[in-house]
């Protein structure tokens, strides 16, 4: 006897697929990193999605961990490698750019042995793009610098200069900076209402095209930086993180209810986080707006002398090995579309 198959190939692996991550739970871990540049520390916690923290239930004590704490003098912003699985530190006073691999296992994060990435650099803020090319600024030189990708597993690499003060008035001590893997975006702490609150440039310059674009002129000192989408969103000194589009346009006031924001970071989904060093705090919203607005603000945790904030996405525990068993279901699938294609089978 013959029988027909009625069921869309599409609509079965669909099916198959997203029952598969429903029951085993394929959601990455997600952890926000934060820096104390009074104690010289950077301690983690486990978060969900919206900003929450996993053990919000929990005493103070056990929602944040340590995960660095000892080896560094004062760490200021840090960036995650997401290509490498590594944490980025900026320690400005011991003049050195920081990198430790990261590891996660059964919900706990761990960083590993210090690896100097450049030395005699007062850096303070420090970003990664997709490919792991690291920028960071350092603002008595009035420099953006990079280091390419390429060289970073050598450890200790020179870095370049790829924008300078001294010919390009859009540097004008740079702080906080992020990077979409096109341009690099960066605030400045010194007349940024003459020369650019936030400026877009190329992460190559051009000689041949303009490579410096200013997006805002609303302030003249501004400290983190973070983008999300479209959106850039970078604090200020004192109450306010401001918003604008990657491409310019209005600015807008996303929230004043801080009292000394200073780095943010956004989780790659749906929420962006801000260290209020004056708070002693980290603050979360919504970061997948389309249209800019003022936001509901919501305390993540507290903590002591929040300055720079980062957010590392890892695997679960087991997710190869599901990856692995996904991969079998789809040929199996396949090898049995190849039986059906004649559009019946013997019964």
Avoid at 18 to 34: E, M, N, Q, Y
Avoid at 188 to 208: D, F
Avoid at 212 to 240: F, H, I, M, R, W
Avoid at 320 to 334: D, E, R, S, Y
Wanted: glycine residues 8%.
């Amino acid at each position: 006897m013959l029988f027909r198959l009625r069921t869309p190939w599409a609509l079965l692996l669909c099916t198959l697929s997203a029952s598969v991550r429903h029951t085993l739970g394929l959601t990455p871990d997600k952890f926000l990193i934060v820096s104390a540049p009074r104690d010289g520390k950077i301690a983690y916690m486990r978060v969900q999605r919206g900003g929450n923290l996993l053990s919000a239930t929990k005493a103070l004590e056990d929602k944040t961990k340590a995960l660095i704490s000892s080896g560094l003098v004062h760490p200021q912003g840090l960036a995650v490698d997401q290509l490498r699985k590594a944490l980025l530190v900026a320690d400005p006073d011991a003049q050195k750019i920081y990198s430790y691999p990261l590891t996660s296992k059964m919900g706990e994060l761990s960083a590993g042995a210090q690896t100097v990435l450049a030395s005699g650099v007062e850096a303070r803020w420090v970003a990664v793009d997709g490919v792991g090319n690291i920028f960071f600024t350092d603002e008595p030189r009035n420099q953006i610098l990079k280091i390419a990708g390429a060289q970073v597993a050598k450890g200790n690499a020179t870095p370049s200069v790829v924008y300078d003060g001294t010919s390009s008035s859009e540097v004008s001590s740079p702080g906080g900076l992020a990077t979409d893997g096109f341009h690099a975006y960066w605030v400045n702490k010194q007349l940024g209402s003459q020369v650019g609150s936030v400026v877009r440039a190329s992460e190559t310059p051009k000689v041949e095209l303009p490579s410096l674009v200013t997006l805002a002129k609303n302030s003249d000192k501004s400290y983190g930086l973070c983008l999300a989408l479209n959106n850039v969103y970078y604090t200020q000194p004192e109450s306010v993180i401001f918003a604008v589009k990657k491409t310019g346009g209005n600015i807008q006031k996303i929230s004043d209810r801080f009292t000394n924001p200073r780095g943010c970071a956004w989780d790659g989904d749906s929420t962006v986080y801000v260290a209020d060093r004056g708070a002693n705090a980290v603050y979360s919203f919504s970061g997948n707006m389309r249209e800019l607005s003022a936001v509901q603000l919501t305390k993540t945790v507290d903590f002591e002398d929040a300055f720079g904030v980062a957010v590392f996405s890892a695997a679960r525990r087991g997710q190869p090995l599901l990856a692995a068993w996904g991969a079998a279901l789809v040929a199996l699938v396949a090898a049995a579309q190849g039986l059906f294609a004649a559009g019946a089978v013997e019964r």
